[in-house]
């Protein structure tokens, strides 16, 4: 049986929109109401900001030079940033089932054609940042 969150449920939905809401309005506090995935989405939203330099750090190294972060759209950076923190520091979760999440959430904010580009994007960078992770 399929399980299906509502957008306002989905906790990925719910870590784009914290993690926006800190990284763009530093005056938003963060506040984590009751939710069935509340430690997940705790964990993943305060490693995010905790780790944010290293991120940037990973992706403009992953992606290559002809790849600009700070051209792309505000969300579309927010996504990218949690993706990369889960594929970085949660190697339980399979790579497929983390870009397939974000595809799900980025669907409330993207446009179809920015979803296309973030789906290449997610499988490249997860596919580097495994890979690299797994030789350690």
Do not use: C
Request: glycine content about 2%; hydrophobic content about 40%; aromatic content about 14%.
């Amino acid at each position: 049986m399929k399980t299906y969150f509502k957008p306002k449920n989905n906790p990925r939905v719910i870590i784009i929109q914290k993690l926006y809401g800190k990284f763009y309005n530093e005056d938003n506090d963060l506040d984590f109401p009751k939710h069935r995935f509340k430690k997940f989405i705790k964990d993943i939203v305060l490693g995010t900001i905790e780790r944010n330099d290293l991120i940037l750090e990973e992706l403009n190294s992953k992606l290559g030079d002809q790849f600009i972060f700070k051209k792309l759209d505000k969300i579309f950076q927010t996504i990218l940033k949690a993706a990369t923190y889960e594929f970085m520091y949660k190697p339980n979760l399979s790579i497929n089932i983390i870009i397939k999440e974000y595809l799900n959430s980025s669907n409330f904010f993207l446009e179809d054609s920015q979803t296309k580009y973030l789906n290449a994007l997610l499988d490249d960078l997860g596919k580097k940042l495994r890979s690299k992770n797994a030789r350690i």
